[in-house]
């Protein structure tokens, strides 16, 4: 806009007497406030729009060189004056959002909050100025162009704040996520995990687990394992299964039968969960020596034991509530014994497996989850592979639920400890 109006100030200054006339009448006319400068800083033409937007009356501003007091209420340039001085270095000084003028000849932008006098008000003014040269380069006018932005202005400012308020709640809600990540860490014995020769992995839907999977050797040498999966995924549900931790611990060093560990466990969940929260888990005791194992599921999808061909030799049911939910002493711990005499495994996993959504919506499914079991070998790494055979199911798509899994070995084998 600021070329096209700089075109017909020249070609008015320029124009023989008999179209003067009607290039100010037509200048006069723009929709966009414009005033124009002569050389010495005179008003040439103070437009109707500007009259409009300043509430200033042409007659009272041209031919004089206080056009600033439309914008300020002390003695300040504007913008068309440091381009007719050439003092382009102070646009940085006296507007807010400005333009390089690499070329200032072609004229320059700026950006900044007015005090309107006349109208007692501020305005957020876009300009435009641009320097008018005769046929020799003499400098003859310049030309101004103002648009009122206040509006949008405003707007694009209440989205920054906003912006950056959401932006240092998130940073914050960031630190204090990485807090909590590290204190729930700190309350698994990873080495216990590690000496407990399972393999497991865990996959959140978002930054935090549900699912916990724990694991110790007793002094007498059994293994204690558990697959727990608390209501919901994130932060919430990883709270909720942290009471947990520390009485499975103290309860495994004291070699106390399965279900006492269930009964101990389920008091403490039922009194500090709040309602509607609770913890469905398998838990698993075994006696590698004797080749015998127990088991207890409570509102987990069905525990199976499989051989080294991935064939399954037995399922165990859910057969119990979650924990946390009653608090009855006799919540239910209906445990299942089993034996073994030839190398097994006994796979443990969460709903979030099953329920993995392809993009068809296909869910992963038992009949899957089985045929991942069969493709293995006895020493291959069941985990790894079922691990695998869900994320191809994915195809790349988020899971909607918490992934666990959880092997123990069923070793023929006089374990050492």
């Known amino acids: 806009m600021t070329a096209e109006v700089v075109d017909k100030v020249r070609s008015a200054l320029e124009a023989p007497e008999q179209h003067l006339s009607f290039a100010i009448t037509l200048m006069e006319h723009l929709v966009v406030p414009t005033f124009v400068l002569d050389a010495d800083h005179r008003v040439l033409i103070w437009n109707r729009a500007c009259e409009r937007l300043t509430h200033v009356p042409a007659a009272e501003i041209v031919g004089t060189s206080d056009h600033w007091k439309a914008f300020y209420e002390a003695r300040r340039p504007c913008l068309a004056d440091l381009v007719a001085d050439g003092y382009y270095e102070q646009i940085a000084d006296l507007y807010s959002v400005h333009d390089e003028p690499d070329q200032p000849t072609f004229g320059v932008h700026a950006e900044n909050w007015c005090w309107m006098p006349r ?3 501020r305005l957020y003014l876009a300009v435009d100025a641009g320097p008018v040269f005769d046929e020799q380069g003499k400098l003859i006018a310049v030309v101004e162009t103002l648009r009122d932005v206040t509006e949008k202005h405003v707007a694009q400012t209440k989205v ?31 080495d216990l995990l590690d000496a407990s020769g399972i393999k497991y992995s865990v996959i959140p839907a978002s930054n935090f687990s549900g699912d916990l999977v724990l694991a110790a050797r007793a002094p007498s040498g059994k293994l204690y394992a558990l697959l727990a999966d608390a209501t919901g995924h994130g932060l919430a549900a990883a709270v909720s299964v942290l009471p947990m931790v520390q009485e499975f611990y103290r309860l495994v060093e004291h070699s106390q039968p399965l279900a006492v560990l269930i ?20 838990m698993v005791e075994l006696d590698e020596e004797n080749r015998q194992g127990e088991i207890w599921v409570g509102g987990m999808p069905d525990a199976l034991l499989i051989d080294q061909s991935g064939e399954l030799i037995r399922n165990f049911e859910s057969k119990d509530l979650p924990l946390g939910i009653s608090r009855a002493p006799d919540m239910g711990t209906r445990t299942e014994r089993f034996a073994w005499d030839e190398a097994c495994r006994l796979m443990l996993y969460s709903d979030g497996v099953l329920e993995a959504l392809s993009p068809e919506n296909a869910y992963f499914g038992m009949d899957r989850l089985l045929d991942a079991a069969r493709t293995t070998t006895g020493g291959e790494d069941l985990v790894s592979r079922l691990s695998l055979a869900v994320s191809t199911h994915l195809s790349g798509l988020a899971a909607h639920d918490d992934m666990s899994v959880l092997v123990i070995g069923c070793s023929t084998k006089v374990v050492e400890v």
């Open 160 to 190: 920054a704040e906003q912006a950056g308020i959401l932006k240092a709640q998130y940073d914050e809600q960031q630190r204090e996520a990485e807090l909590a990540r590290r204190i729930l860490e700190h309350q698994i014995r990873t």
């Open 119 to 121: 109208r007692g008000t």
């Open 263 to 282: 009964e101990s466990v389920n008091f403490l969940l039922s009194n500090s969960l709040p309602t509607g929260r609770f913890v469905a888990a398998t």
